[in-house]
């Protein structure tokens, strides 16, 4: 029985710490949530609770005005006030193309960190996700298919390193690079 407790606690340490990498996954938001992505519908809809919902999302859009030199707030409130559909989805588009350069540009700084820059990267395939039908359709597929190579470029770990294949940051920014150049008309 000694030797069945001593396994059983060199079996929960090893898990604790092939669980810590993950511990300290990147995230801009609370686990699961995103605020811009959760605000679609509500705002879409338009309302007193669509006012409530941008008030919501503020800081949000603030940032993205602030570091990626996109104008929302001001556009996006009045299209909300006004009713205005196709514009309130037009401007979240726009949210949602400088959510992936924003979550893109963590990933690379990250790309010595798998597990961080695959969260970021899931992340921005999320705000891709609810593009895609908005873009044409060559850019929809190529958009994807960069998707899929930035995924690639930041490299797998393995199982216990079989099968490990390095970060390759030229071939990420070449990807991050062409998946923008596609996102160009939101």
Known sequence: MHLIARMTIAATLTSLLLAAPAAQAYSYAAAGKEPLIDAREVLLKGGSDAAQSLSGIDEE???LETHHKVTLREPLKAAVTAGKTDEVASLLNRAYRAEIERRLEGAEQNLGDYQSAKVLVVKSKRFLDLVLPALPESH????EQEIA???KAIGNPGVFG?????????AFK???TALMQALAPL
């Open 61 to 63: 859009l603030a940032y």
């Open 174 to 176: 070449q990807a991050e």
């Open 162 to 170: 079989v099968g490990a294949a390095p970060a390759d940051s030229a």
């Open 149 to 151: 190579n930035v995924l």
């Open 140 to 143: 929809r597929k190529a958009a």
